[in-house]
Every structure is written in C-alpha cells, then in structure tokens.
C-alpha cells in the first residue's frame, strides 16, 4: 500500500510506492529535489521531515550523520515511508527549468561507433519520445548487473523538445562493470532500459548573457546537446566551447565543431591538448582546459554564464579559474550526477551550484 508524501514548502503531496524512494517518487511527478550521488554518499539530497517516519536506507553515515538522524533528517535518494510523512526540502526557484516527470522507456541499440579508442557512441531508438532539456541525463540499465549507469543525451531535443531517437556516449572505465559490459557484450539490435530525464544542467537562457561551455574527456556529451540546441534555436549570444583532451587521437566531435564555427560567427570553438606528442603537428591550444580558456580570455570571465563537465580534477581546475576571473558561484553550473567513487570527494553541500 502506498503512503502519503507532502512536500514543504511546496505544500504538494504525492503517493509514495512501497520501496520507492522519495526522490524518485518526487522526479516521478515532475517535482526536482536537490541531488547528485543517488548512493547515499554526498549528502547532497538531504531533506528534513516534519511529520511521520521513514526507512533511511543505505546513507552514509558521514553523509547522514547520527546526530542528523536525531534531528530528523534523512536523504531522499535512499530513504522510503513507514507512513503518511511530510518533509521540507530546499525547492530550487529555476526560471529556465521545465517541469518533465521522469519516466521509464524501453529502447533498441540501433547503432554503435568509435568515437575513440576509449568512447563509444551507443545511438538508441526509444519505444516512446522522450522530452527532455539539453543538458539532462538518464540512468541506464545494464543488463545482467541489476545496476544503471547515468549518461548525458549527446543529441539535442527537437524544436518540440522530444527525441525518439537519442546518442549516449561511454567512456570504457578501466575495472568499471558497467562500462566494460557495454563496451565489450553489448551489440546493435539489443534491447535496454532507461529512465529520465534526470538534472538541472540546462542553459539559463533567460539570462540574455555570453555563454562558455568547458569540457573534458566524455564530459562533451552535454555540451554538444546545449550548443546545438542554443544554436539550432536561433541563439544570438555569443557562444564559447573550450574542449579538451590528451591526444588528437581522443578529440572527437572535432570536425563537427569546426565546421559549426565557420557556419555560426558568434559561436567559437577552442580544442585544448594536454599530452599531444611535440612535432605532431598540431597547432591548436596545448595544456589543460582551464589554462587555454584563461589564455583566450586574457583571464577576465566576467559578465559570462559557465557550464562545466567532465572529471573532477579538470571541473575543480575550472572553477578556481573561473573565480579568480571574477566570475562567481551564481554564475557556474557543473553537472551535478556523480558515480560512487566520484561522490567520495564531493564538493561540499555549502556550494549550491558548482
């Protein structure tokens, strides 16, 4: 039997299925809670609850500690309801988010491509369209591990903001279950599931302001979605992607950036190499992300909207960057899904956006 969930301060109350989360009873009807982990680890998803009981599940005791649980917190990602529950969570006021409740779909590998010696395109066809925002994610089932991974939609949505169609990009992660299965088992005419969309890593368009885009290694995936979207849409500003990877071997996308660039004169692309071998002939930016974008802008990012993907160490790197160029933390959006070794050296909950 289901129980009953208000949401404060939104005084919303939604049903609640035996063994479902909150969180995911609450992405269900379409109502976003903070999160990033959805491990129990980061902490980051942590509500209070003001009324009733709940299960606390599997959360970390670092992430939800003893003295917490006293006081009646828990984390939405791994908690469920003994009872009718009422809990208070810090609603995000997002002009540019829509409201798209997640949904499950079933979906047929229609295509696989090397995008380089470590990345597959995996390019899916979904039982039903999907809407989605640029940017946003979805968890996807790996068969035979009773797992799902969270990958970024590469592709972006159409003029009606739907895909039936939809490419994800996968790193093969050295020792990752996940990733080796689908690297190396799965093939073209499989079925899969997946769920979404998931995240708030969208545009903030509403700002009218100068947009830089960061990425690294697979960390492309939402950028591209955003930036063909933004571009697709008619966007007039102006619009910066600073890309980078170790070898011209890993860049992938490249020529479609370039010619992307040559079509859209507010649009600039920046392809940074970090390991390039001397003498390659490679003439483009060498070094890391964050030191090609201070380069071109000369160190001054003020006045700009930022969107950062990839690995942590590279994200960490932007941001320092960022501030120390009179950009600040109201102005910088990073990808908020984390896998369970990432969560371990989360960002601490006191920055709500970055």
Known sequence: MSHQLTIEPLGTAIAVEPGQTLLDAALRQGIYLPHACGHGLCGSCKVQVCEGEVDHGAANPFALMDFERD???????????????????????????QVIPVRDFAATVERIERLTPTIKALHLRLDKPIRFQAGQYVQLEIPG??????????????????????????????????????HEQLQEGARLRLAGPYGRFFVRRSAGLPMLFMAGGSGLSSPRSMILDLLAGGCAEPITLVYGQRTREELYYDAEFRALARQHAHFTYLPALSAEPEGSGWDGARGFVHEAAQAHFGGNFAGHKSYLCGPPPMVEACIATLMRGRLFERDIYTEKFLSAADAQGARSPLFKRV
């Not at 908690?79 to 997002?94: K, N, Q, R």
């Not at 799902?148 to 895909?163: E, L, M, V, W």
């Open 71 to 97: 006081e009646g917190k828990t984390l939405a990602c791994c908690a469920t309801l003994l009872c009718d529950a009422t809990i208070e969570a810090e609603i995000d006021e997002e002009p540019d988010a």
């Open 145 to 182: 591990l009773g797992q799902s991974r969270a990958f970024s939609i590469a592709n972006a949505p159409d003029a009606h903001g739907t895909c039936e169609r939809i490419e994800l990009n996968v790193r093969h992660l050295p020792g990752g279950a996940g990733t080796t299965w689908l």
